[in-house]
């Protein structure tokens, strides 16, 4: 009898086995948990890998302190449902202790690096489990599944291991580690059908609602304490989702009557521009934007 898996389950199984060797080959591993529908599947993998037992490392949320109301709220449920440790990395306390600036009107996703990098090096977090994944943009396509950073916590892109048949390094002296990306090899459908697939819930955020917005450089803002629309920008109600959800201050909403993830998942399909490419205003600054951030420390 020829046995066969589906794409979905060659996919899980390699994340899995990805969880299991990385935690196998550190001391004080962590997972990034934004709330976001990557690291929602990245938390759902885990738990998958390491059941029944409770998962053998914390969650980190680097806080921007502009996050949408309704992530934070999936947040906080879903660390409450699992019974975990969560560490919040705060932007809102670096400024404050001045370790970085805030200018106005400039998005946070910047000013994560130090509190991410802070926290790592305070907690002594030697593996870091991330929801990237290379379609998003061309710099995470770089990435490698077990990403080096140096004892500064920067990546290299020259500066990576070869991956030959699913082995990888995990080796790195004290100071250094390493960025793990389970779903490296995944894509935005893959993520949607999983969730789908595996029955899980994502923030409302992500499906079709009312909302009130404004445009700013081709995309739809959300009005925010965040984020203020110019004299010139009249603000509107639409009905929209969200692809991403990262800072509100720069994250992009687009018309959507998608409400269901079966729709979403219609809708994907028809798209031709990746999440981050189309709702992301941050990454439009520079053509190596995100490169730029992943060399200093970013995600």
């Known amino acids: 009898m020829q046995y066969e898996i589906s794409h979905l389950q060659a996919l899980e199984a390699e ?46 949320h680097v806080d921007t302190g502009h996050n949408f109301p309704e992530v934070l709220a999936f947040r906080d449920r879903t660390i409450a449902e699992l019974g975990v440790n969560l560490v919040v990395a705060s932007v809102q306390e670096s400024i404050d202790e001045g370790r970085v600036s805030e200018k106005p009107g400039e998005s946070r996703n910047r000013l994560q690096i130090e509190p991410l990098l802070s926290a790592i090096a305070t907690h002594r977090f030697d593996i870091v489990f991330g929801g990237a994944r290379r379609d998003e943009e061309k710099a995470r396509a770089k990435e490698r599944v077990f990403s080096f950073r140096d004892e500064f916590g920067q990546w290299e892109p020259k500066n990576q291991r070869p991956e030959l048949w699913n082995l990888y390094n995990a080796r790195h002296r004290n100071g250094e580690h390493i960025r793990v990306f389970p779903i490296s090899n995944w894509t935005e459908m893959d993520v949607w059908q999983y969730a789908l697939d595996q029955g899980s819930e994502l923030p409302s955020v992500y499906f079709s609602h009312r909302r009130r917005v404004f445009e700013r450089d081709g995309m739809l803002m959300a009005e925010s304490p965040y984020l203020e629309p110019k004299e010139d920008e009249e603000v509107f109600e639409a009905t929209v989702r969200f692809r991403t959800v990262g800072d509100m201050s720069c994250t992009g909403a687009f018309p959507s009557t998608a409400s269901t993830m079966e729709e979403v998942i219609a809708e994907v399909a028809a798209l031709r521009i990746t999440e981050r490419g189309a709702s992301r205003a941050d990454d439009l600054t520079a053509v190596a934007a995100m490169e730029d951030r992943k060399r200093e420390g970013y995600f």
């Open 15 to 60: 994340s899995i086995h990805i969880l299991r060797e990385a935690v196998a080959e550190s001391e004080r591993p962590v997972l990034l948990f934004s709330g976001g529908k990557d690291s929602a599947v990245v938390l759902r993998l885990a738990v998958k890998a390491f059941s029944p037992a409770p998962l053998p490392f914390p969650l980190m």
